[in-house]
């Protein structure tokens, strides 16, 4: 048997792992399966969906750098680099971030370590890569602590998008809305301009945060339904 519920004891950090396409283009996202693997020479490694951006540049390029970031990181940091696309947003236009020598961006924002790392296997597990590599840049950034999945999860009330390894599906957030309309349903729907999610309610309150990125009500426009 597999119980699901086992996953959810692991401990994860949170990551921003990032890359170069061949011709230059900056791309990165949020990863919580960063982890050194050995320690002499210092290898780690990273999992990541077939389908991102990021994971395309790595394989072309052979390398990537990595940001651990810290408890202070915002929703808006996580939200941009893990549940948006490189493929359509430009991630590093107003993202505070230096070129390494390797010539990779490390987003300097919230964090607290930075690695640089120069792949050495590439393990095919399903969905996702495995990029298994050797640690050639590594430094401190700053004394902060550094976030954790669960910090993440519990403090900042942030979700986890389907491509991320540790995925777990979970009921439909709003299993009324596939009913047929009732004749008081609502008219308007709010969609969130992070993540893209869609709550149909006429109002929100002033407290809600957005079931899937965690922002608040402001990042919220309204819509027609
Ligand atoms: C908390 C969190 C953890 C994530 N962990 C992973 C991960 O370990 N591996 C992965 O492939 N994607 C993970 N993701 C999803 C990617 O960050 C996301 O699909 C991103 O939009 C891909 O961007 P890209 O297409 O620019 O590479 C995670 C996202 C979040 C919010």
Partial sequence: MINRSAFH???YGLYLVTACT?????VGCVAN???QVASEPPMVSVSLNKQNATTQAILESGTYAVSVIGQSATMDLIGLFGFKTSNEVDKFAETQHE???ADLPIVLEHCVAKFVVEVR???DVGTHIMFVGAVT???VAADDAPMTYAYYHEVLRGKTPPKAASYVEEAPANP???AAPAADAPKYGWRCKLCGYIEMMDELPDDYTCPICGVGKDMFERIEL
Avoid: H, I, N
Avoid at 22 to 26: E, T
């Fill in 121 to 123: 296997e590439r393990v």
């Fill in 176 to 178: 009324a809305s596939e």
């Fill in 22 to 26: 061949p011709d230059g283009k900056k």
């Fill in 137 to 139: 840049e590594a430094d």
């Fill in 33 to 35: 399966t960063f982890q």
């Fill in 9 to 11: 004891k692991l401990s």
């Fill in 99 to 101: 070129m390494c020598s």
